[in-house]
Structure formats: structure tokens, C-alpha cells
């Protein structure tokens, strides 16, 4: 019961990239649309929990929520420049590279010997996986989508950062996450309203029905959140985060039956291998408990 817990996030993260595609916007369309969501859960949240928010929860959770905005952001431009079936796998593989690291040498989660090899070997195998699934066909030549493969790096590497931190820190805090949730999902809108004063061409374009469209995103996003935090307590940071990427097999398959990314023949072999490793490493890491 506690892995399928675990596993929700999965199915939620999983879609946001194609509920999002779907609706579409700007980057920063969708990263207001999707923070007000997740306020609008946060305060759901508060009422159903009837928490007492102290100071240092409110802090704490500010801090993980503008983290998040970082890396959900720079999420989002990375899949516009160079699409969400290559953007989610990559950053994917970082992420629990990046989080799996500091569950072991943080948090001490991986207690003996065996927990260690077998963790270990469990996140290669969701690395390489990941990066499998990324994989470009070179014998196609010049593909004709729209690729800027630098800047989608470096937007990728600026969310992985962010994305770690934002876990890292809720779990550093030894807070019930239950306080967390409404203090995070301020900390994420002050993020994206960051960015949205920072880009003046941007400030007024941003109050679009694209906006509002996605406040769904933020929606599904709220619930995938809540339960990611629900499991950490039961399975540890580094299984319940490893489990709840494996929607990257949802953004990936969706977004090129779903959204019209193409891939050649080749590439799509490299998918489903790649989406099965994941799998793989995603149960192991789960059975590990």
C-alpha cells in the first residue's frame, strides 16, 4: 500500500507536461497558470488538515516552493526548446541522481551494505534508462523539429538544481509535510511572479487565458505533491522521489502520441527499452523496503 502511495506522483507528475502542452502558453503562462493551482490545493490542504503554521513552516515551505518555481520554470523552457519527450527523461536521470545522493549521504536511508549495492545499481539503471529514452537517431540526419539543444541544457541543469532543493529541504526541516503544503505553494507563486517581473516583455502577456487554462496543471501537480510528501515519511526520500519519476514513461509516450513529437523508428525502440528500465528501476528501488 505504501508503494502504490508512492506511485501516484507518478501518474500526476506524469501528465503535467502534456495537460500543459495541451493548453498551452509561454513558459511563463504556465508556470503563473500552474502556481496559483497549487495555492488554490495548499489552501485545500490547510482546511483539511486544520494544521498550526509556525514560522519556521512558513519559511521552510517558502523556500522549497521557490525552488520548485526554478525548476519548474526552467522545465518548461527546456521543453520548448527541445521538446518534452526529450525534457523529461534527462531531467529525470538528474534528478534522481541528485536526490538519490542525498538521501544516502544526507539522511543515511540506504542503511546496510545490500540497501547500498542494490540502491545503487536500481538508480543506474533509472539513469540509463532515462537517457536511453532521449536518445536521437544520428543516421535520420537534420530532424525537422525545432531543436535548441544548448539552451535546453542549460534550462535542464538550472531545474535539476531546483527541483533537488526543493525536496531537500522540506526533508532537511524534519517538519511534517502536512505543514509544508500551503507555505510551498506561496513559495511557488512568489517564485513565478519572480519571474514575471524580471522579464519586461513578459509582464503583460502573462495575464492571458492560456494563464487560467493552466491552473488545472497546478491542480494535478497540488495532488502528485501531496502524496509524494505522504509517502516520504513511510518509504524515505530517495525511493518515494525515484518512484514518483517513473511518469516520465507518461510524458514521454504521451507526448509523441498525444502532442505529434516525432520520433523515427529507431528512436522509438530506444523509448521502450529505455521506459522498461525505468520501470525496473523504479520497482527495485520499491521493493527495497
Not at 92 to 98: D, E, H, I, R, S
Not at 127 to 135: C, E, H
Not at 256 to 264: A, C
Amino acid at each position: 500500500m505504501r508503494i502504490l502511495l508512492a506511485l501516484i506522483p507518478a501518474l500526476c507528475w506524469g501528465s503535467i507536461g502534456l495537460i500543459s502542452g495541451r493548453l498551452g502558453g509561454t513558459s511563463y503562462q504556465q508556470t503563473l497558470g500552474m502556481t496559483a493551482g497549487a495555492v488554490l490545493f495548499g489552501i485545500f490542504s490547510l482546511v483539511y488538515f486544520h494544521v498550526q503554521l509556525s514560522g519556521i513552516a512558513m519559511l521552510v515551505g517558502i523556500a522549497s516552493g521557490l525552488c520548485w518555481a526554478v525548476g519548474q520554470f526552467e522545465q518548461f523552457q527546456s521543453m520548448k526548446f527541445i521538446g518534452i519527450s526529450r525534457t523529461v527523461p534527462i531531467s529525470t536521470g538528474l534528478q534522481l541522481a541528485g536526490t538519490a545522493l542525498a538521501g544516502v549521504l544526507l539522511f543515511h536511508e540506504w542503511k546496510t551494505s545490500t540497501m547500498v549495492m542494490t540502491g545503487t545499481i536500481a538508480v543506474i539503471i533509472l539513469i540509463a534508462g532515462a537517457a536511453l529514452t532521449s536518445l536521437r537517431d544520428k543516421s535520420a540526419g537534420v530532424n525537422s523539429e525545432h531543436i535548441e539543444a544548448g539552451r535546453g541544457a542549460t534550462a535542464i541543469a538550472i531545474s535539476t538544481v531546483g527541483y533537488i532543493l526543493y525536496t531537500v529541504i522540506v526533508n532537511m526541516s524534519g517538519l511534517d509535510s502536512k505543514l509544508i503544503l500551503f507555505p510551498q505553494s506561496i513559495g511557488m507563486i512568489l517564485g513565478a511572479l519572480i519571474f514575471i517581473l524580471l522579464s519586461k516583455e513578459n509582464r503583460k502577456k502573462v495575464w492571458h487565458v492560456a494563464t487560467a487554462k493552466n491552473v488545472l496543471t497546478g491542480l494535478v501537480w497540488g495532488i502528485g505533491n501531496f502524496f509524494m510528501f505522504m509517502a516520504i515519511p513511510s518509504v524515505g526520500l530517495a525511493i518515494s522521489y525515484s518512484l514518483a519519476q517513473c511518469g516520465i514513461v507518461i510524458s514521454t509516450f504521451g507526448s509523441i502520441w498525444l502532442l505529434g513529437e516525432k520520433k523515427t523508428n529507431r528512436e522509438m525502440v530506444y523509448t521502450v527499452i529505455g521506459s522498461l528500465l525505468v520501470i525496473a528501476g523504479g520497482v527495485t528501488l520499491g521493493l527495497m523496503k
